[in-house]
Structures are given as structure tokens and as C-alpha cells.
């Protein structure tokens, strides 16, 4: 497994406005993604002038904003299996989310960090 993107993301009810005060601090919406799926209305990878990520996604299922490490693999199947291995559990009762240019999932530590991983989906024809 190779980690091919390393950067935090925040998920949030009011993820416009958190938006726009990255906005603010310099950082573009590089990509969007829209109706993700249910409770997710949006997601947003930022970028600023100095090559900084930041994610940022809404979720109308979340009672307080949520910071989580977000890691983008090369192979999302061995990231999942290697963090399960060492006591990751999976919140939502092993749901990937598969949009057709990516599959995600967040994992919860032994000691109570989120990563979500992600493999984003290159045509392979």
C-alpha cells in the first residue's frame, strides 16, 4: 500500500461556511463532489498558494463538526485489511462508500483518532 495523499478534513453541518473561511485564509475549491450519499450533501478539496490541502464535507448527520486524518491509498482494500489488523474498527458497521471515482471508508483507533482512507478510482479500460 502506498499513501498517495496525506491531509485533514473536516466534516461538518455548516461545511459552507468552513469553506469559505479557508476561502478567506487563501485555500481554492480544487474539487467538488455533490449528493456523495445519504446525510452528505458535498465534499470540497481545498488548496492554497503553498501546496496545503485541506477536505471539507457536509454531513447533516453530524451533531458537532468532526476533524479526521484523511489518507488517500493506492489500494484501499490492503489499507482497510492492514488497519483492521492493528484494532481499527469501522463506525458504521463496515460501510464503504463507493461514488465510482473513489471507495471510502473512516476507521476509528484503538485510542479514539479517525482516518478515513480513500482510493480514488482511475479508468482502468
Known amino acids: 500500500m502506498k499513501i498517495t495523499g496525506f491531509r485533514p478534513l473536516i466534516v461538518s453541518q455548516n461545511a459552507e461556511e468552513i469553506a469559505s473561511l479557508f476561502e478567506e485564509l487563501g485555500f ?13 450533501d458535498h465534499s470540497y478539496a481545498m488548496k492554497d498558494a503553498d501546496g496545503h490541502y485541506v477536505n471539507v464535507t457536509s454531513s447533516e448527520n453530524m451533531p458537532r463538526d468532526l476533524t479526521i486524518v484523511s489518507m488517500n491509498v493506492d489500494n484501499f482494500q490492503e489499507a482497510y485489511d492492514f488497519l483492521i ?9 463496515d ?13 476509528i483507533s484503538p485510542s479514539g483518532f479517525a482516518i478515513a482512507i480513500s482510493e480514488h478510482i482511475k479508468n482502468r479500460d
Open 28 to 40: 481554492e475549491k480544487r474539487h467538488t463532489k455533490r449528493d456523495v450519499e445519504e446525510g452528505v
Open 85 to 93: 489488523a492493528r484494532g481499527f474498527t469501522d463506525p458504521r458497521g
Open 95 to 107: 460501510k464503504v462508500t463507493n461514488t465510482g471515482s473513489s471507495v471510502a471508508t473512516m476507521l
